[in-house]
Every structure is written in structure tokens, then in C-alpha cells.
């Protein structure tokens, strides 16, 4: 850009060097003598202390052209009129059409142009003379500019438009990166969480059996570290997939009594009350976000009420689906905790079109619910 900015100032003060010199010299005489006419409203030449600042003035404007084309069309008539020079008329016509967006000025321009152009011509020759000169250097160059500016323009537009579709396919790709991202940090809470917790409060009772079902309680350790290595192992699995995610069934309201006695084994009574009346599967994402929210109720009931007693109530009917978690006042924390996980399930649940709430309850304990809308049981 530099390199092309440096060429067009070269060109444009050559041209305004050239346009100043022929215009000064009345462009040799040619206008004075055209078709073997004198079409100059002057009788005589101007005197010589008249052209040389008169072309140094539509020089300086030829320079200037593309921030005055105005400016450069009166001069330029104004050397017409009386000097008989076309070539800065030429010029001025094509660049007046060219940067201006405005068809009056343009026609303005053109028309008046034409006019003094016109006007010695028919005195001289009649209309069949003027009119084809008036055409030639009025109405061609402007058409010539209409046509360069325009498509000037158009070009500009289709370059704005490309990079505004670069720009918001950009956007569009740092969006869906930060929403992969979003997605898989909770799959990483959700699986983590449980299953750590599962596996400290395992660990403490089995430090608290002192020997006694040590085998149990470590069989229990191992299965649930299993598990939690599948899951994670799937997880990343889709991480480094590069044709497509392997495909697996996600957890949903089917594998709810799997995780609740998962619960019990750790030492949490936990009760499980599930109404469906609507007798078909809710769908894949439905199911999938609410197991997760059970999920991690029954985390945070480990790591933050232990010992408690959590109900698990999951209703649904054929145009909706009320869950809510709620346990009693426990023995205090047993894990730290983040704070991000209740902030997953509640997008979860929100992009799957539902709402949910968590509080404390007036008894001492936690209630999570969700409500999720489901169009016509689909």
C-alpha cells in the first residue's frame, strides 16, 4: 500500500505538470482551429502573464482532483472559454463523474459543459458540428467516469462484504470454540466430582472399618476409579477425534438408579421417586442434563452434607419434566468445592430450554429443582 501510495502521488503531479503546460499553451492551438473552425469565444489569444497562472491554477486543481473535482470542472471551463484548451475539460468531466456520487452535478457539469462547448460551434458549423463535439468532450468522459466509479465502488463493496463474512465466520469459530469448551469443562466437572467424591468417602470408610470389609470397600475404590477413567478416556477420545466423535449413548433418566446406589454403597440413603406419565423416553439431551443434575446434587450432598438423607423426585408429563433434589442438614463439609459446578447443570438445563433453582431449605438442607418443557412429548 505504501509502494502504490508513493506511484499515484509520482503519477499525479506528472499529470498536473503535463495538464498546467498544455492548458498554458492553449493546448497548441487545436481548439482555436477544430474542424477548421475557430470555436474560442475569445477573437485572440490571451495575454501570456493570463495562461501561465491560469494553468498553474488547473495544474494545482489537477492535482487536487480526487478531493475537488468541482473546483477542477471550473477551471477547466473556464481555460475552454478562454484559451480553447480541451484537455483539462476532459479530464474534468471524467473525474467530476467519477468521484462524485451525485447524478445532479453530475449532469450539471455535463450540461453546462456541453453548452459552452456547444455555443461557438453552432455559430460556426450548425447543430451538426456542436452536437457531436458537446457529446465528444462533455458526455463521453462523463460516462466514462460513471462507468470506472461505479464499478470502483461495487468492487469496494464486494471487498467489505468478504471481509465482513471473514470477520464473523472468525467470530462465528472463537464462539463455537468457547462453547466446546464450556461443554467439556463440565463433562470434566461432572465426572471428576462424582467420582472423586465417591471414592474419598469410600477411602474414609474403609479407614474407619479398620480392616473389616477392607476387600468390599476397596473393590468399590477400584470400580468407581474405573468408571471415572472410562468416562474420561471417552471424553478425550472426542478431544483428539478428527472425522467424527465416537458414538456412544449418553447417560439419561434409565441409568438414575445406577448412580442413586452408587450413592447408598458410598453411605448416603438416598430415594429415588420416579413418575412418568407419559410412557415414552423423554429426549436424549433432556434425559442426558437432568442425570447430570442429579449428579451433582449427589456430589455436593457427599462433599457437603455427610450423612444426610437426599431425595430424588423426577416427574414427567407429556408436556413436561419437574425434577428436584433435596437433602436434609448434614455433618458439615468433607470436600472443598469450586463453585462451579451448580453453574453447569443450570446451563445444561438452559440450553435444553428449561430453568433451574437451587437454595437452601427452612429445615437446614438443599433443594436443587428443574423444570424443562417439552414440545408435544418430543
Not at 474560442?40 to 501561465?52: G, K, N
Not at 462533455?138 to 462507468?147: H, I, N, Q, T, V
Request: with cysteine; net charge positive.
Amino acid at each position: 500500500m505504501g509502494l502504490w501510495g508513493h506511484r499515484r502521488a509520482v503519477f499525479d503531479a506528472v499529470l498536473a505538470l503535463a495538464v498546467a503546460a498544455t492548458t498554458a499553451a492553449g493546448d497548441g492551438g487545436v481548439g482555436r482551429s477544430l474542424g477548421g473552425h475557430d470555436i474560442a469565444f475569445l477573437d485572440r489569444e490571451p495575454p501570456l502573464w493570463f495562461a501561465v497562472p491560469l494553468g498553474a491554477l488547473v495544474g494545482v486543481a489537477v492535482w487536487r482532483r480526487r478531493r475537488w473535482p468541482e473546483c477542477l470542472v471550473v477551471l477547466a471551463l473556464a481555460a475552454w472559454v478562454t484559451m480553447g484548451a480541451f484537455v483539462a475539460l476532459l479530464l474534468a468531466q471524467y473525474t467530476l463523474a467519477e468521484r462524485t456520487k451525485s447524478w445532479r452535478r453530475v449532469s450539471v457539469g455535463t450540461l453546462v459543459g456541453a453548452v459552452l462547448v456547444g455555443s461557438p460551434v453552432w455559430r460556426e458549423g450548425g447543430p451538426d458540428a456542436a452536437v457531436p463535439l458537446g457529446l465528444g468532450l462533455c458526455a463521453a468522459p462523463a460516462l466514462l467516469g460513471l462507468y470506472v466509479g461505479t464499478r470502483r465502488e461495487l468492487v469496494a463493496r464486494m471487498r467489505e462484504r468478504a471481509e465482513r463474512a471473514e470477520r464473523e465466520q472468525h467470530q462465528r469459530v472463537l464462539q463455537a470454540r468457547s462453547d466446546e469448551r464450556a461443554q467439556i469443562a463440565r463433562d470434566m466437572h461432572d465426572v471428576v466430582t462424582h467420582r472423586v467424591a465417591l471414592m474419598v468417602l469410600h477411602a474414609t470408610a474403609l479407614e474407619a472399618a479398620a480392616g473389616r470389609d477392607a476387600v468390599a470397600i476397596a473393590g468399590r475404590i477400584g470400580g468407581i476409579g474405573r468408571e471415572a477413567l472410562t468416562e474420561l478416556r471417552s471424553l478425550v477420545q472426542v478431544l483428539r477425534a478428527e472425522e467424527g466423535a465416537p458414538l456412544a449413548p449418553l447417560p439419561g433418566l434409565a441409568d438414575l438408579r445406577d448412580l442413586i446406589a452408587q450413592s447408598r454403597d458410598a453411605g448416603t440413603p438416598v430415594t429415588l421417586d420416579l413418575v412418568d406419565e407419559s410412557g415414552d423416553p423423554p429426549p436424549a439431551m433432556v434425559g442426558h442434563a437432568v442425570y447430570r443434575v442429579v449428579q451433582e446434587a449427589l456430589a455436593n450432598v457427599h462433599k457437603h452434607a455427610g450423612g444426610a438423607h437426599a431425595h430424588v423426585r423426577v416427574r414427567r408429563t407429556p408436556t413436561e419434566l419437574r425434577l428436584s433434589v433435596t437433602n436434609g442438614r448434614g455433618g458439615g463439609s468433607v470436600l472443598p468445592g469450586g463453585g462451579h459446578g451448580l453453574l453447569g447443570v443450570a446451563e445444561r438445563i438452559r440450553l435444553v430450554g428449561g430453568r433451574l433453582t437451587a437454595g437452601p431449605t427452612s429445615e437446614g438442607g438443599f433443594e436443587i429443582s428443574a423444570e424443562v418443557p417439552l414440545e408435544h412429548g418430543r
